[in-house]
Each structure stands twice: as structure tokens, then as C-alpha cells.
């Protein structure tokens, strides 16, 4: 049974990015001209700051260091997180993205933009905005329907959390003149 480059170094490194209580998202392996580019993204159900990041980078090239799982070759190890319109590919995933817009690809063709409410092992309930001026409604998403998902980037959300606070309308100075 032979594996790929990928696959060895998921073996070698999840564990240790475990070990920092991150999840290993993706590995990827690119060559850039003549060097190759290492690509880790890890994640967590708390997020990933700087300085974690920083901690599992330091980690990951100790071990790469110690091992030949890179081969005889120069190569960039790069350390991130999955960013802001990533894709839901995990269980895990969805659980992150409760309370994000996201958009759907259905297995029957369509398309949905929902906010996420709620996340179980069957599937999703969803906030569905209103559209002119009617109120949002409520629909449950089986897991089975989906073909693709991915958190969709809001400017002009208000935050929910601080209802306390005063509105920011995030107009510029140049905007409001």
C-alpha cells in the first residue's frame, strides 16, 4: 500500500499538532520555481492565535528537522489558519461556523445563503434572511443535502454580542462628508 508525500507527513505531524490542541486541517506540498512550499492549516474550536501558530510552527520544523519526510531539498514551512471563507468539510467545521453566513451547495443543484443556528449529527438549522423587507425563516439542513459549504465574509453585520454597544455603521470620514 503505498502512500502520498501528504499522507506521510498527516501521519507525522497530526499528532504533534494535536499535542498543542489545534486540529490538523490541510497539508499541502507545492513547488514555487525551484523551492518547495510546506502548507500546514490548523485550527481550533477556540481559534488559533499568533502565538500558538507561532508554537506549533516552531514544533513542526523540529520534527521535519529530525526526520526526512521532506526529502534532501530546500523547502518553506508555512504555518496559518484556514481563513475566512473557508470551506465546511467537517463536522467540526460546521460547529465553528454556528452563528456565520454560509453558502450552500445543494446536491440537487440549488443554492442557499443561511446563517447557521444549531449543529448536530444529522445536520444543521438555519437562520434564511428575509428577502425585501420580510422576516428571516428558519430551515433545517439534513448533512446528506449538502454538496459544498463556505463561510461567507460580512462588512455590515451588527455585532450581536455587544447589543449594548453603539452601532459602528463603518463609514469612512471621506463616506460620511
Not at 113 to 118: E, K, P, T
Request: charged share 35%; net charge negative; aromatic share 2%.
Amino acid at each position: 500500500m503505498s502512500t502520498t508525500q501528504s499522507e506521510r507527513l498527516r501521519e507525522l505531524l497530526e499528532p504533534l499538532v494535536a499535542s498543542q490542541g489545534l486540529d490538523l486541517e490541510e497539508i499541502a506540498v507545492d513547488s514555487v520555481g525551484r523551492r518547495r512550499v510546506l502548507s500546514v492549516v490548523v485550527d481550533s474550536d477556540t481559534g488559533a492565535d499568533l502565538d500558538r501558530i507561532a508554537d506549533v510552527s516552531r514544533a513542526l520544523s523540529a520534527k521535519l528537522d529530525e526526520t526526512d519526510a521532506m526529502g534532501e531539498g530546500e523547502y518553506t514551512l508555512e504555518v496559518g489558519t484556514p481563513g475566512a471563507e473557508r470551506s465546511l468539510t467537517e463536522h467540526r467545521h460546521y460547529v465553528r461556523a454556528t452563528d456565520r453566513l454560509v453558502r450552500f451547495q445543494l446536491h440537487e443543484g440549488g443554492e442557499l445563503v443561511a446563517r447557521i443556528l444549531a449543529v448536530d449529527e444529522d445536520g444543521l438549522d438555519l437562520e434564511v434572511p428575509g428577502v425585501k423587507g420580510r422576516k428571516a425563516t428558519t430551515r433545517r439542513l439534513p448533512f446528506g443535502d449538502i454538496d459544498k459549504a463556505r463561510v461567507q465574509v460580512e462588512f455590515n453585520r451588527k455585532d450581536t454580542k455587544n447589543d449594548n454597544q453603539p452601532e459602528n455603521d463603518n463609514k469612512t470620514e471621506e463616506e460620511e462628508a
